[in-house]
């Protein structure tokens, strides 16, 4: 009787947030998914993030509009830059001090091509700042126990100080599984549930904090805005970017709003927000008139469209319209060269950190 009448509260519950202003596409989208869990406690009902669309014309969302912008342009590839050169001249002293130097091994599963340029990107800067790097690839269909043999391998290296395994890994494979074989010491990713946990709570230390959220809150402080008692909007939930960056500013007193695919009123709740940092992987997704006047706006998202006239063919979009957001916000992350250039820079210092506890180097 208690599983009968909760199934049809839960049963209620969704069916009211689908009929309701929100972000879900459709009910047959819900319907149709494995979404009901019944744990041993009320943790949570398992409903996916399915974001529809923001705009049938994704490439170009700019309205007609002749206020110049205004916005501060916040480089992080230039402030990324002044992170790395700290990076190699640590590197440096270390290699000096106690002849060895910080390791970064990467496993890459499959061939997307945003992947492979990830995984590329941050081989180069590994090189640039003296970082020893390794990268196992394994094709699409591997086997898991041969993924995380190759974790087992880098786990006992001591002079492999982080280990990253590139995310997404295909469907086949079980993401849980796989992260939580990875040596806490070497999580340099910061995806380690202990890290996740002791980020989450006060008075802990996460021995790794994620590398785009740590990134953003660089981006923030470097560009001297201030987070303590300002009112934060994180748009996107996920374990990679919108929880860890919700958690780290409220670790810095920001009074923090989550924003999922089924949160009512969006925009209004967005317009309260003296920061908001986006990470929802919908093309221009945040309008102009989602931002109150004077906002401070983080855009993690990317995204290619087809560009002829550009080098690789495409060019990049993130979450927000940046011609629209750019005349209202007071400060913004331009895309690229916003918080991707951050995230790697991140992932070196996370590195570095790594090295230092192993070598008890100051």
């Known amino acids: ?23 879900t596409t459709s009910s047959s989208t819900i319907s149709s998914s494995p979404i009901l869990k019944f744990p041993s406690s009320l943790l949570s009902l398992d409903l996916p993030d399915i974001w529809p669309p923001s705009s049938p014309a994704v490439t170009n969302c700019c309205t007609a509009n002749d206020q110049p912008s205004a916005a501060l342009v916040i480089d992080g590839k230039l402030i990324a830059d002044e992170i790395r050169l700290r990076i190699a001249e640590q590197v440096r002293r270390m290699k000096d001090s106690v002849g060895k130097v910080p390791g970064l091994a990467v496993i890459l599963v499959g061939d997307r091509r ?30 898991q126990d041969d993924v995380i043999r190759a974790l087992s391998t880098f786990n006992e290296d001591p002079s492999i100080h982080g280990i990253l395994v590139q ?10 599984k796989i992260l939580n074989a990875l040596k806490l010491e070497k999580d340099v990713d910061g995806f380690h549930p202990l ?84 990470a929802s992987g919908v093309p221009n997704l945040v309008r102009g008139n989602w931002l109150k006047p004077g906002a401070v ?66």
């Open 167 to 176: 995310l997404p890994l295909p469907q086949h494979l079980n993401e849980e």
């Open 195 to 278: 890290n996740m946990g002791n980020l989450a709570m006060r008075g802990r230390e996460p021995l790794f904090i994620p590398c785009t959220p740590k990134g953003c809150i660089e981006l923030l402080i470097r560009s001297s805005v201030e987070i303590m008692g300002k009112n934060a909007v994180v748009i996107g939930r996920s374990n990679i970017v919108g929880l860890p960056t919700s958690l780290l500013l409220q670790r810095h007193h920001a009074t923090v709003t989550i924003l999922h695919a089924l949160t009512k009123n969006p925009e209004q709740i967005t317009r309260e927000a003296d920061i908001v940092v986006t």
């Open 114 to 143: 945003d992947s492979l340029t990830y995984v590329r990107n941050k081989v180069i800067a590994c090189e640039d700042a003296g970082i020893k790097s390794l990268v196992t690839q394994f094709p699409q269909n591997c086997n």
């Open 297 to 362: 706006v983080i855009d993690v998202g990317t995204f290619p469209v087809e560009d002829p006239s550009c080098e690789n063919g495409y060019r990049l979009i993130g979450d927000v319209c940046y011609e629209e957001a750019s005349k209202v916000a007071s400060a913004i992350t331009p895309v690229p060269g916003g918080v991707g250039p951050m995230t790697i820079a991140m992932l070196l210092s996370n590195t570095l950190d790594s090295a230092k506890r192993a070598y008890d180097f100051t």
């Open 1 to 23: 009787m208690m599983i009968v009448r909760r199934t049809r509260v839960i049963t209620n519950i969704i069916s009211r947030r689908v009929n309701s202003n929100c972000f």
